[in-house]
């Protein structure tokens, strides 16, 4: 009996799994979503059989990393977001950690697409938010009740008290904020206490940190333990202050029992290469 043409050709989507994987393990996180993930059904399965999404974490650096070096921005671009558009919709509502690189260009529809596919995330680190309104971030907070950590940069875009206040209203189990600025002045911790009380970690990155009444802001938040500050200079109203006059005034108030919660106080110059703490990473 003849092999019809249609019996010789080979069904590559009713390969097996496993198989697939092994394949797919040779491609870059990139390559796996932008080309593998659009064939079939099952190679969609096979594709979403990756170390990263089976953390249930996607990390937008990993599709910069993975971008030829040869294409041109706005080509490089059009994959990133393809991949980022496949990722979320391959992890869905088992994502739990979502991260952008310092140099993301994200936009009010990567955030509104996260926000509709990926209702219990976790964990949210943003970039610098150029291109991103502040109606979006309203509307995204508010499709994440469970979020527990969120890093944020500030450049001169978005309000920042506003946003602090947004951040307590919408996220009430809210312990870890990482916020990187330019100056941080003593107005952002009244805010940070005010809005989000029960703050267990707070992670600050800028150039300048003004330090007048800082233990009594930190004082208001009686659920702070761990407290971390990159920079390069810190100010007490128009004189610069010793980070040791700061330790010891943070120290003076545990012995008071002003912080009793407060297990770790850590500075960190950032212009140090590398820090013995990895917590001072603001994109981990």
């Not at 219990?120 to 291109?131: D, T, Y």
């Not at 980070?243 to 770790?264: C, E, T, V, Y």
Request: net charge positive; aromatic share 8%.
């Amino acid at each position: 009996m003849a092999i019809t043409r249609s019996a010789r050709r080979r069904n590559w989507g009713e390969m097996p799994h496993d198989l697939l994987v092994k394949i797919f393990a040779l491609l870059n996180f990139l390559e796996r979503m932008t080309i593998a993930a659009g064939v079939c059904s099952s190679w969609r399965a096979a594709a979403a059989d990756d170390p990263s999404l089976t953390k249930k974490m996607i990390d937008v650096a990993l599709f910069r990393e993975n971008a030829a070096p040869e294409l041109t921005h706005t080509r490089a671009q059009q994959q990133i977001d393809l991949a980022f558009a496949r990722a979320i919709n391959l992890t869905g509502s088992q994502l739990l950690s979502l991260v952008f690189d310092p140099l993301s260009d994200i936009r009010d529809k990567h955030l509104k697409h996260a926000a509709h596919r990926c209702p219990k995330l976790e964990q949210l680190v943003l970039p610098f938010p150029n291109a991103i309104k502040k109606a979006s971030l309203n509307k995204s907070f508010q499709s994440w009740p469970n979020l527990r950590s969120l890093s944020i940069p500030f450049n001169g875009f978005l309000e920042t008290t506003s946003l602090y206040k947004l951040a307590g209203s919408c996220f009430r189990d809210l312990v870890v904020l990482k916020v990187s600025t330019y100056i941080f002045p003593k107005h952002h911790f009244k805010a940070i206490a005010k809005f989000i009380p029960n703050l267990e970690i707070l992670h600050l990155q800028c150039h300048v940190v003004e330090t007048n009444f800082i233990v009594q802001q930190l004082s208001a938040m009686p659920e702070l333990k761990h407290v971390y500050i990159s920079c390069l200079e810190f100010q007490h109203s128009t004189a610069k202050r010793d980070i040791r006059d700061l330790g010891s005034s943070i120290n003076g108030a545990r012995n008071r029992n002003k912080l009793p919660s407060l297990q770790l106080f850590h500075h960190c110059n950032w212009n140090e290469t590398e820090c013995e703490v990895p917590q001072c990473n603001l994109w981990i």
